[in-house]
């Protein structure tokens, strides 16, 4: 009786076991598939990462975005924590200039960014599912994109400048990734609601502090204390950056996650709904419209009357007004026909949009030098006119570097370099379960 349940039990066995092999060989035969074909995605010279197809007036936005950032980053690359330092009296020309930034500048670039970069995780989610990945393999990817970006912010951020919104991305990121299943009308109410409550944050930030904020002068002993620190060794500069990444890291779930996830998570539902590749309607259109002229008219009638209230100006009614505005430009773009006159003219900055990340960093490389140690001067002697100046100059050599460079390189060198790291993992694991298919039908 041993003997005969034994022989019975081996002869299930031999019966049971190769079909077990067979099922785990179509399944890691399949996941292989679904691995080389995402990897398959990093060879083709014309696409980025995820994407399909290089979506035009993706790239003109992104060029206009990386383009516009220095604008307003330029003043805080030389003496970072005070910025703009005015002089005493203040300039006219520095009323005029500011002026024209709150209509057309503060906040309109960040918040284009934040669009960009929420559309961009929206669209490399879609894509991966659509691929055949599941769930937790996609999140894994992006996770992995992600947590690359953060340490590039970090190393921006403690060994260059201290400006970076790289590590705020992907912070952001990793809150957005977990909800981008969602339906586009739940994705967008939660992207609004976040963004209404970093609103009263900011509000609540600058109120709080409002004390403890003054007003400088190009004479006044802190101006010239900020700038002995930032022009004086290197050693000193890296202290105070590296302090000053670990604090962002600390009050980044208060003051900075509902500003940078609610703007990714809008512009995630708005793409989900086509809204943000075909454009709005009339009636959304002049809502923006109106709620931009609005709050800019405000922002600036505050700036000229009262030039101290600067930091509640750009952050709370710069980032309504901002955001309001990044949306029509993307629309005006969006509704372009692909053949039109203004998409021919603004395509140079295609190549500029290809390069944003080599190029933001490059940015900050060039102007830290410049602001620094070639020419520390100029942050006392500059007003808004030469800082403008010196980025129209920098804008017309960054559209002819990034116009020339891709035509002998396929990518930028961060993006490239950004994509191997993020897929390494991958593709040792596709690697491995290639090798471990092969050698199952042997056995079989």
Not at 25 to 39: A, E, I, K, P
Not at 163 to 178: E, R, S, T
Not at 261 to 271: Q, S
Not at 306 to 316: F, L
């Amino acid at each position: 009786m041993q003997v005969q349940a034994h022989n019975e039990l081996h002869s299930i066995h031999l019966t049971i076991d190769p079909i077990r092999r067979f099922s785990t060989f179509t399944f890691n035969q399949s996941y292989l598939m679904v691995n080389m074909r995402f990897l398959s995605l990093h060879k083709d010279n014309h696409m980025d990462v995820t994407h399909p197809a290089r979506i035009a007036h993706l790239d003109i936005l992104r060029g206009i975005a990386v383009l516009g950032i220095l604008f307003m980053n330029i003043t805080a690359m030389g003496i970072f924590e005070l910025g703009y330092v005015h002089f005493d009296p203040v300039l006219t020309s520095d009323q005029i200039i500011i002026a024209f930034k709150a209509l057309l500048m503060d906040g309109r670039f960040r918040s284009l960014f934040c669009l960009l970069f929420g559309v961009g995780l929206y669209l490399q989610y879609s894509r991966l599912i659509k691929q055949g990945l599941t769930e937790k393999q996609v999140q894994a990817i992006l996770k992995s994109r992600l947590n690359w970006l953060l340490l590039f912010g970090f190393i921006h951020c403690t060994f260059i400048w201290p400006g970076d919104i790289l590590m705020f991305y992907a912070l952001g990121g990793w809150f957005v990734i977990k909800r981008l299943n969602r339906p586009a009308e739940q994705v967008i109410k939660l992207g609004i609601q976040l963004f209404a409550i970093s609103l009263f944050i900011m509000a609540a930030d600058v109120l709080l502090n409002a004390e403890f904020t003054q007003s400088y002068s190009r004479q006044s002993p802190q101006f010239l204390d900020n700038y002995a620190l930032w022009t004086s060794g290197y050693l000193n500069q890296f202290i105070e950056q590296v302090t000053l990444a670990l604090i962002y890291f600390i009050t980044f779930p208060l003051l900075s996650l509902c500003y940078i996830a609610g703007i990714m998570l809008i512009a995630a539902g708005l793409y989900k709904q086509g809204l943000l590749s075909k454009g709005f309607d009339k009636i959304r259109v002049k809502q923006l419209l109106v709620i931009t002229l609005g709050m800019s008219s405000i922002d600036i009638l505050i700036l000229l009357l009262v030039p101290s209230s600067q930091q509640i100006s750009a952050y709370v009614l710069g980032s309504v007004s901002g955001l309001c505005m990044a949306l029509l430009i993307w629309h005006w773009l969006a509704i372009q026909s692909p053949h039109s006159k203004l998409l021919a003219f603004l395509s140079p900055l295609k190549s500029v949009g290809r390069l944003a990340f080599s190029l933001y960093i490059l940015q900050s490389i060039t102007m830290v030098i410049l602001f620094r140690w070639l020419m520390p001067e100029w942050n006392k002697t500059f007003g808004q006119v030469e800082f403008m100046l010196v980025c129209s100059l920098y804008t017309a050599v960054q559209i002819l570097v990034a116009n020339w460079y891709l035509q002998h390189y396929s990518a930028g060198p961060l993006e490239k370099l950004w994509r191997h790291l993020a897929t390494k993992k991958l593709i040792k694991e596709t690697q491995k379960q290639q090798a471990a298919t092969q050698k199952m039908p042997e056995t079989l």
